[in-house]
């Protein structure tokens, strides 16, 4: 399973686009790119997933370049809630489905 | 509305005894689901595969005679921490896996041993 490596903290104010880099040096052909969203004492949440160029939904765009070497999870206007961890993984779940975590983002955002 | 749950969503015991845990997929049937530990402050980390029908695949590093998990059907497993000791305290997660590429996360267990 692919390591991954993000920023162990940002800050943002509300209102403002976030973007969060995650890289994945060693990403397989198979592998997809997932983001998670987790809040203290609570299980992560889904975010976003893809493979390759761009995807959004209607909380996050998720950008993956050609080399798929790295991604960026995108969350515009970010608001108070929005403060959380953010956990990039990156897996071939098809297989074992095995999900791996790494240290995550802490994002901080202030009024 | 919720997709995998969890029971309880926390309990306090005390040391030497043994504690279960139930996960539950509420919305449809799971043949893998996943248990994982979260420290204060660090990452999740993943314990052991629960396979219904089989025995469950413990990750290096973890006790399986400690962290007993059973899959007995396609909507639940549970995990029972064992003589549980304070080092044992930590917030336990369960996921289900749904198809290739989706994975639900329950709300958590806080568990502290006293």
């Known amino acids: 399973l692919a390591k991954t490596t993000q920023p162990i903290s940002m800050d943002s104010y509300e209102g403002q686009e976030v973007n969060i880099t995650c890289s994945h040096n060693?990403?397989?052909?198979?592998?997809?790119i997932t983001w998670y969203q987790q809040f203290p004492s609570q299980g992560p949440r889904f975010i976003i997933q893809?493979?390759?160029t761009k995807v959004t939904n209607e909380v996050a765009s998720l950008f993956i370049p050609a080399d798929r070497k790295s991604s960026t999870l995108s969350l515009p206007r970010v608001s108070l809630s929005d403060t959380a961890v953010y956990y990039c993984?990156?897996?071939?779940?098809?297989?074992?489905?095995?999900?791996?975590f790494g240290q995550g983002t802490t994002l901080q955002v202030k009024p | 509305g919720a997709v995998v749950s969890q029971h309880p969503s926390w309990v306090i015991c005390k040391s030497g005894t043994s504690v279960k845990i139930e996960c539950r997929s509420l919305?449809?049937?799971?043949?893998?689901m996943f248990w994982y530990r979260q420290f204060p402050k660090q990452s999740l980390m993943l314990m052991a595969t629960?396979?219904?029908?089989?025995?469950?695949?413990?990750e290096q590093g973890v006790e399986k005679d400690k962290f007993l998990i059973n899959h007995a059907s396609l909507t639940l497993s549970t995990l029972t921490v064992t003589s549980a000791h304070p080092e044992d305290s930590s917030f336990y997660i369960c996921?289900?896996?749904?198809?290739?590429?989706?994975?639900?996360f329950g709300p958590g267990t806080r568990l502290t041993v006293t």
């Open positions: 996921s289900v896996r749904r198809g290739s590429y989706e994975q639900y």
């Open positions: 919305d449809f049937q799971a043949t893998t």
């Open positions: 993984l990156v897996g071939d779940n098809g297989n074992t489905g095995k999900l791996i």
């Open positions: 893809g493979y390759k």
């Open positions: 629960s396979n219904e029908g089989s025995k469950a695949t413990y």
């Open positions: 060693n990403i397989a052909t198979n592998d997809y």
